[in-house]
T-cell receptor
Framework: GAVVSQHPSRVICKSGTSVKIECRSL??????MFWYRQFPKQSLMLMAT?????????EQGVEKDKFLINHASLTLSTLTVTSAHPEDSSFYIC????????????FGQGTRLTVV | GQNIDQPTEMTATEGAIVQINCTYQ??????LFWYQQHAGEAPTFLSY??LDGLEEKGRFSSFLSRSKGYSYLLLKELQMKDSASYLC??????????WGAGTKLIIKP
């Protein structure tokens, strides 16, 4: 069964509006979650590392005021795309690292965001 | 900088064998992962290598040579459902995953 649940799977919004994407860890508590963005035919690009109870760590070039991350509990992290523009249209994926033997990354189903 | 290279696209025939190569240059090494990603979906875990050698898991095998900065994913008895992108990712010294751009595998009947 799913380890990580991401919602919504698809969203279409108008330019200038905000969109919230939720990422839930179902099977275990996650102190750290990761948010990625993937443009068509390109690699996964890490946007930020979400830490429970503290501020997220953003990668270089990612605007923290535009991509708001909240990790208020051990099972939920949210990414809010504020004042969305068409160039924000992308596939957003969250992941959780399970600290087992492999420290495998489990991914949410992804969110296809289209800004019109 | 950190870099992971893999072919953009490969084509193979149903029932055949295909090898997808991955070379990497990263700041440290703490394991190499292969993921499968179908279009519009999130990646799913296939394999993990941290020591040199071959790891076999059913129809899929993954090989690692740390001295050469090289890995391959071997898919046997190809099925149409294997048509997908295959992503190579390396965990660096900071335990951050560095992703390749993916290899789109096209399976023909």
């Amino acid at each position: 069964g799913a380890v990580v649940s991401q919602h919504p799977s698809r969203v279409i919004c108008k330019s200038g509006t905000s969109v919230k994407i939720e990422c839930r860890s179902l099977d275990f508590q996650a102190t750290t979650m990761f948010w990625y963005r993937q443009f068509p035919k390109q690699s996964l690009m890490l946007m930020a590392t979400s830490n429970e109870g503290s501020k997220a760590t953003y990668e270089q070039g990612v605007e923290k005021d535009k991509f708001l991350i909240n990790h208020a509990s051990l099972t939920l992290s949210t990414l809010t795309v504020t004042s969305a523009h068409p160039e924000d249209s992308s596939f957003y994926i969250c992941s959780v690292a399970y600290e087992g033997r492999i420290t495998e990354a489990f991914f949410g189903q992804g969110t296809r965001l289209t800004v019109v | 900088g950190q870099n992971i290279d893999q072919p953009t696209e490969m084509t193979a025939t149903e029932g055949a064998i295909v090898q997808i190569n991955c070379t990497y240059q990263t700041s440290g090494f703490n394991g190499l992962f292969w993921y499968q990603q179908h279009a519009g979906e999130a990646p799913t875990f296939l394999s993990y290598n941290v020591l040199d050698g071959l790891e076999e898991k059913g129809r899929f095998s993954s090989f690692l040579s740390r001295s050469k900065g090289y890995s391959y994913l071997l898919l046997k008895e190809l099925q149409m459902k294997d048509s997908a992108s295959y992503l190579c990712a390396v965990r660096d010294s900071n335990y951050q995953l560095i992703w390749g751009a993916g290899t789109k595998l096209i399976i023909k009947p």
